[in-house]
């Protein structure tokens, strides 16, 4: 890793959900930024020489990124940001007059802002989602299905909160939409490369049916039937960050499936270890899936202390450590001021990766477990 816990004289890295170290291959080797910029830094579709090269790499980057989610180079566009490519796709996509659009109100605003604007401008009729106890913040067909009809054209959710850390059933969720009559076969799936160790870039998929729904944002000129990044990625992902993606893959080798279980495993031992902890205190609230089992929740974790500020709470904890977490509502704004109550200064989130240890007692790498005087009111 590039970064992970040795970086000057900043050491840990606990902010991994807003985007973690970066490789250091897709920084600095032979399918890298710096490689691509150094070498073949021309414009792609070219038939000279140098342009080859370069085409080859940006199509060898998006052919990576589809292999990543087992999907078709020609159904994946990459992006700057799911934030980008999620607006894209709500211009592109086509509504029946009347149409509703299911909306969960405890998604990043990435997933809400979009198509809150497309139901403004064609008058579409907007749904929430919202888990029916504050105690099981979590998304389900069950609390899905009173919500759904004849003229329901979308649903939004996340796979997993940036807040609450919990995974959802993304396929039970999907086959309960699918049921409706005459509903759009369409699925969507987005997530960004800097959360999972790469550059600053997202990549969307689409389904061949849910393509047939999309309006072209591409040139005039292009053909209708273009693949997906030809209809709506308006050139928005840079050549030398495609070029990285390859280097991102080969991180996890060629049993990726193995490589995702033992991170599974060491990130549930972490997680493990500061819930058990919170979890233990009568002041602390934690959020989300409250078990450490790495197949119900992430180690994305956050946490409110009765009667302390978030934002004080973590310059504290910042003070007198060398931890790099975070106090607010990270985008989630309407989950954490509606559903948690947290208006004036959020919550606190502590969200750990593989890179990171458990070597939280050590006095040189202690975490908020040590600081119990610093979680108690002052």
Not at 144 to 155: A, I
């Amino acid at each position: 890793m590039a970064g992970g816990e040795t970086f000057d004289n900043f050491n840990v890295f606990f902010d991994n959900a807003g985007g973690s170290q970066t490789l250091g291959t897709v920084i600095s080797s032979w399918i890298s930024v710096t490689k691509y910029l150094q070498d073949t830094n021309v414009q792609t579709g070219a038939s000279y020489h140098v342009a080859r090269i370069s085409t080859d790499l940006c199509q060898k980057g998006l052919e990576a990124a589809a292999k990543f989610i087992n999907a078709d180079a020609d159904d994946v566009v990459i992006g700057p940001s799911t934030t980008q490519l999620f607006s894209n796709l709500s211009i592109a996509l086509e509504f029946s007059p009347g149409a509703e659009v299911i909306l969960s109100t405890i998604d990043h605003g990435a997933n809400i802002s979009s198509w809150l604007r497309i139901a403004q401008t064609y008058k579409l009729t907007v749904k929430w989602w919202t888990p029916l106890s504050p105690k099981d913040l979590t998304l389900n067909a069950e609390n899905l299905r009173p919500l759904l009809s004849d003229k329901t054209s979308l649903v939004a959710c996340t796979h997993t909160s940036n807040v609450l850390g919990t995974i959802h059933d993304i396929r039970s969720i999907a086959d309960e939409v699918h049921k409706v009559p005459g509903a759009m076969r369409a699925d969507f799936y987005a997530f960004s490369w800097y959360k999972v160790y790469g550059p600053h870039l997202a990549v969307l998929y689409a389904s061949r049916s849910s393509q047939l729904h999309l309006k072209p944002l591409a040139q005039y000129f292009h053909p209708s039937n273009s693949n997906l990044s030809t209809r709506l990625g308006l050139a928005g992902a840079s050549y030398e960050l495609m070029a990285s993606i390859p280097s991102v893959v080969d991180y996890f080798g060629s049993n990726p499936e193995e490589a995702w279980k033992a991170i599974a495993l060491h990130e549930g031992h972490l997680q493990s270890i500061l819930l058990d902890y919170l979890n233990g205190r009568e002041d602390v609230v934690v959020y989300g899936e409250r078990s450490s089992d790495a197949g119900l929740r992430v180690p994305v974790i956050n946490f409110s202390v009765k009667g302390q500020s978030s934002k004080e709470l973590v310059e504290k904890i910042e003070a007198c450590s060398d931890f790099g977490i975070r106090w607010g509502y990270f985008y989630s704004k309407k989950l954490v001021d509606e559903l948690l109550e947290l208006r004036v200064d959020g919550v606190i989130r502590v969200s750990m990766v593989h890179y990171n240890t458990g070597k939280f007692h050590d006095p040189s790498h202690c975490c908020i477990p040590d600081y119990e005087d610093t979680l108690r009111s002052p």
